[in-house]
């Protein structure tokens, strides 16, 4: 069974910075696209950074420049680093891997989400 486990959510001041981890078991981390998705009170989720297997990423237009996302397969962990933190940050974030094996079928798993609220 895969599981995601996310750590490193808070409160934190406008422009402070926080590391967000989530850590996967169950599986071959690896083979996993993973994904930081955020969901404000009253909003959708949407998705504030990914990384490909491979290595390469994409970011959501509100956070290009100051929110990173890694992966150290080592530690079969993603993280997502975030500075310049703004008031509009403040949501649950969540952290997803994907997977479609060779008959297409996609694997999504969803953490339970991390706190993160950005106010002086």
């Known amino acids: 069974q895969v599981q995601l486990v996310e750590s490193g959510g808070g409160m934190v001041q406008p422009g402070g910075s926080l590391r967000l981890s989530c850590a996967l078991s169950?599986?071959?981390?690896?083979?996993?696209?993973m994904g930081w998705y955020r969901q404000a009170p009253g909003k959708q989720r949407d998705l504030v950074a990914a990384i490909t297997s491979g290595g390469s990423s994409n970011y959501a237009d509100s956070v290009k420049g100051r929110f990173t996302i890694f992966r150290d397969n080592t530690k079969n962990t993603v993280y997502l680093q975030m500075n310049s933190l703004k008031p509009e940050d403040t949501a649950v974030y969540y952290c997803?891997?994907?997977?479609?094996?060779?008959?297409?079928?996609?694997?999504?798993?969803w953490g339970q989400g991390t706190q993160v609220t950005v106010s002086s």
């Open positions: 997803n891997a994907r997977w479609t094996d060779s008959g297409s079928v996609e694997y999504s798993y």
């Open positions: 169950g599986s071959i981390f690896s083979i996993y696209a």
